[in-house]
Protein backbone atom coordinates (compact mmCIF):
# COMPACT_ATOMS: atom_id res chain seq x y z
CA UNK A 1 0.00 0.00 0.00
CA UNK A 2 2.68 2.35 0.76
CA UNK A 3 4.74 1.80 -2.42
CA UNK A 4 1.63 2.19 -4.42
CA UNK A 5 1.06 5.92 -2.59
CA UNK A 6 4.60 6.78 -3.10
CA UNK A 7 3.70 6.23 -7.07
CA UNK A 8 0.46 8.00 -6.94
CA UNK A 9 2.88 10.91 -4.90
CA UNK A 10 5.47 11.14 -7.62
CA UNK A 11 3.32 10.84 -10.65
CA UNK A 12 1.22 13.73 -9.05
CA UNK A 13 3.02 16.31 -10.68
CA UNK A 14 3.42 14.72 -14.46
CA UNK A 15 -0.36 14.60 -14.91
CA UNK A 16 -1.09 18.25 -13.29
CA UNK A 17 1.58 19.75 -15.54
CA UNK A 18 0.45 18.23 -18.71
CA UNK A 19 -1.34 20.09 -21.60
CA UNK A 20 -3.02 22.72 -22.70
CA UNK A 21 -2.09 21.58 -26.23
CA UNK A 22 -3.82 22.03 -29.71
CA UNK A 23 -4.21 19.02 -31.24
CA UNK A 24 -4.63 20.11 -34.54
CA UNK A 25 -0.85 21.88 -35.17
CA UNK A 26 1.39 19.91 -31.95
CA UNK A 27 3.76 17.68 -33.50
CA UNK A 28 4.59 14.25 -32.12
CA UNK A 29 7.19 14.82 -29.27
CA UNK A 30 4.28 18.00 -28.11
CA UNK A 31 1.86 15.31 -27.84
CA UNK A 32 3.63 13.01 -25.80
CA UNK A 33 4.66 15.47 -23.53
CA UNK A 34 1.12 17.43 -22.84
CA UNK A 35 -1.15 14.43 -23.08
CA UNK A 36 -1.41 12.05 -20.43
CA UNK A 37 -1.07 8.48 -21.65
CA UNK A 38 -0.18 9.13 -25.17
CA UNK A 39 3.46 8.16 -25.84
CA UNK A 40 5.14 8.92 -29.01
CA UNK A 41 3.55 5.98 -31.29
CA UNK A 42 -0.22 6.86 -30.22
CA UNK A 43 1.02 10.83 -30.87
CA UNK A 44 2.11 9.33 -34.06
CA UNK A 45 -1.38 7.91 -34.56
CA UNK A 46 -3.00 11.51 -33.95
CA UNK A 47 -0.54 12.64 -36.87
CA UNK A 48 -1.45 10.27 -39.29
CA UNK A 49 -5.09 10.29 -38.57
CA UNK A 50 -5.09 13.82 -38.61
CA UNK A 51 -2.89 14.31 -42.18
CA UNK A 52 -5.32 11.58 -43.37
CA UNK A 53 -8.81 13.17 -42.50
CA UNK A 54 -8.26 16.84 -41.94
CA UNK A 55 -8.11 18.93 -38.76
CA UNK A 56 -9.98 17.59 -35.76
CA UNK A 57 -13.57 19.32 -34.84
CA UNK A 58 -13.82 18.32 -31.29
CA UNK A 59 -11.86 16.04 -28.68
CA UNK A 60 -14.14 12.92 -29.35
CA UNK A 61 -12.49 12.35 -32.82
CA UNK A 62 -9.38 11.01 -31.08
CA UNK A 63 -11.49 7.94 -30.44
CA UNK A 64 -11.10 6.82 -33.67
CA UNK A 65 -7.18 6.94 -33.49
CA UNK A 66 -6.01 3.46 -32.96
CA UNK A 67 -4.66 3.16 -29.20
CA UNK A 68 -6.90 6.34 -28.09
CA UNK A 69 -9.65 5.31 -26.07
CA UNK A 70 -12.48 6.93 -23.83
CA UNK A 71 -9.94 6.87 -20.25
CA UNK A 72 -7.22 8.88 -22.54
CA UNK A 73 -9.32 10.98 -23.62
CA UNK A 74 -11.17 11.62 -19.98
CA UNK A 75 -8.03 12.25 -18.69
CA UNK A 76 -7.24 14.90 -21.07
CA UNK A 77 -10.49 16.79 -22.31
CA UNK A 78 -9.31 19.90 -20.50
CA UNK A 79 -6.39 20.46 -21.93
CA UNK A 80 -6.87 19.97 -25.52
CA UNK A 81 -6.95 22.69 -27.94
CA UNK A 82 -8.46 22.82 -31.29
CA UNK A 83 -7.41 25.89 -32.28
CA UNK A 84 -5.20 28.59 -31.54
Known sequence: M?????LLTLMAPTVLMAGPVNINTA??????RELNGV????AQAIIEY??????FRQ????????????QILEQNRENILLDD
Open 2 to 6: RLTSL
Open 27 to 32: DAETLA
Open 59 to 70: PEELLNVSGIGM
Open 39 to 42: GVSR
Open 50 to 55: RERNGA
